[in-house]
């Protein structure tokens, strides 16, 4: 059982913990859209909902439903279908109250649903046995973790398009995966640290 108050959970998930920089989770949108410091953010955002929200929805269901049922085979189709559910929901409020970033998404904000990240923080949060309040405390921190992350890679990556140094071949996802691995050994330094 992993422990800790709710603080140390929340900063263990942003920092040693986190979900971009440790896991290499939530890679193909990530790449994908780090390129524009406004999609980052929106993404980052829809993330951060999705992931917080089905943890909330996926705790219950597992322990109040799936356990005492004895249906737990049924937990990976189980939690798709609540994240399913919520990126609908996130999708339809998106393009109705904010077109220009639903265009700017394309067909990104669909692959919430198959991000493996959102799916793996409520995998983990069964795997570590979080009770309900650090289940939530450990997804939001995810979420936060993998926002950070793709903001940093996107600031990074329009300051070195500012140099213009870059070689062809590196443009796009190959100079992204770059960045994405120097900051991940950076967050690497954060292990260790005890609070």
């Known amino acids: 059982m992993y422990g800790g108050d709710f603080f140390t959970i929340f900063l263990v998930a942003v920092t040693t913990g986190n979900i971009a920089f440790a896991y290499l ?10 390129g524009e410091m406004r999609t980052a953010a929106g993404m980052g955002m829809a993330v951060v909902f999705v992931i917080t929200v089905t943890a909330a929805i996926n705790w219950p269901l597992y322990h109040l439903v799936l356990v005492p049922f004895g249906a737990v085979i049924l937990t ?5 279908l609540v994240i399913a559910g919520t990126v609908q929901l996130i999708e339809m409020v998106v393009e109705r109250f904010i077109p220009g970033l639903e265009a700017a998404f394309g067909s990104f904000l669909p692959l919430i649903t198959v991000n493996c990240a959102v799916l793996a923080v409520s995998l983990f949060m069964v795997i570590r046995g979080y009770g309900f ?7 939001f921190g ?3 973790g993998w926002l950070l992350a793709i903001l940093l890679v996107s600031f990074v990556r329009s300051k070195v398009a500012l140099t ?7 443009k796009g996802a190959g100079i992204t995966m770059v960045i994405t691995g120097i900051l991940a050994l950076a967050f690497l330094g954060f292990q260790g640290i005890s609070l």
């Open 133 to 139: 309040f650090n289940s939530v405390f450990y997804a």
């Open 164 to 170: 213009g140094d870059v070689p062809a071949g590196m």
């Open 76 to 80: 990976y189709p189980a939690f798709i």
């Open 25 to 34: 989770l939530g890679m193909c949108p990530f790449i994908s859209l780090a």
């Open 142 to 144: 995810s979420s936060v």
